[in-house]
Every structure is written in structure tokens, then in C-alpha cells.
């Protein structure tokens, strides 16, 4: 499983994007998707 709580710049806003054998779900999303890349964990 992996998890990962992400955060905007300007506001106290944070989404977790949240993967485990290849499903992966998001919480509170953020506006700007490009944050959540192709998938592929760092």
C-alpha cells in the first residue's frame, strides 16, 4: 500500500492519494491534477 498526503501552496488544503495492487483511490482532490502524475511512486 502506498499513501501519499499532498498539499497546495496557497491554502491549508491537503488530498491523499492513496494506491494498493494497481487500484488507487483519491481523497479531497485537488484542483490541479497534474500533481498526481502517471502513477508512478516517488
Known sequence: MF???LYTNCLSE???FIES???A???D???DIE???TGERT
Open 21 to 23: 495492487d494497481g487500484v
Open 3 to 5: 499513501i501519499k498526503q
Open 35 to 37: 500533481v498526481y502524475g
Open 14 to 16: 491537503a488530498a491523499y
Open 29 to 31: 482532490p485537488l484542483r
Open 25 to 27: 483511490a483519491v481523497i
